[in-house]
């Protein structure tokens, strides 16, 4: 067993090694800025939109999505020259769907009000085109450690979007961050409701483009 666990070590650490280090660094960090999913490349914006009301319920959803994308881009990364093309799509979704199941199982026995406060969006990961996007834009075509490094990279940018949409609108809306009241008082309504999502999302995306400028 410690033998096998040694020759994965190695197999990941040479995965990882096979690649300049800097284009690994940038590998890791397009997400957060430059090609953000939620505010570049807009991508996942159902959940983006629909589980934001509160930090919390953003960074919730936003680790849950990460983790299936990290998941599913090792196994398409794995399986990927012994999936006939013509399945291939749906090969991945069964990859995905999978891991969804995984999250929605462990958030309702061991966090059972996140889960409800998400309801539905949990299992609609499965068809998020930003998670099948970086198995078949990224993962089919790159080296297993590549893979890893994008999967973190780009899940941890769709939890920074989601926790930072999530944390306007909660500030705005409500006076309180996480939670935490820190203003007594009635916040701007709208932005607990739908419209101020669209608000709120299209302040964050002019941003982020001035940034990347």
């Known amino acids: 067993m410690c033998k096998l666990a040694e020759k994965i070590f190695m197999y990941i650490w040479l995965q990882f090694n096979s690649h300049n280090i800097m284009d690994q660094a940038k590998n890791f960090t397009k997400g957060f800025i430059r090609e953000n999913p939620v505010f570049i490349l807009m991508l996942g914006l159902c959940p983006a939109l629909g589980t934001t009301t509160s930090a919390y319920n953003g960074m919730g959803m936003g680790l849950a999505t990460m983790f299936v994308v990290l998941m599913s881009n090792i196994v398409v990364s794995l399986i990927k020259n012994f999936v006939p093309n013509k399945v291939r799509i749906p090969s991945y ?4 769907a999978s891991f969804v199941t995984i999250v929605d199982l ?3 026995g061991f966090m059972p009000a996140l889960h409800e406060q998400l309801g539905l969006f949990i299992p609609l990961i499965v068809v998020n085109c930003f998670v099948l996007g970086r198995a ?3 993962a089919q075509k790159n080296t297993l450690g590549s893979s890893i490094i994008d999967g973190t990279g780009m899940g941890l940018g769709f939890t920074l979007a989601l926790t930072m949409l999530g944390a306007s609108r909660e500030i705005l809306g409500s006076y309180a961050l996480f939670g935490f009241q820190f203003i007594q008082g009635d916040g701007m309504l709208v932005f607990i409701l739908a419209p101020g999502a669209f608000i709120a999302l299209g302040y964050l ?3 982020t ?3 990347n400028k």
């Open 205 to 207: 995306i002019a941003l």
């Open 93 to 96: 979704i069964v990859i995905i």
């Open 106 to 108: 462990v958030m309702e």
């Open 136 to 138: 078949e834009a990224f």
């Open 209 to 211: 483009n001035k940034l």
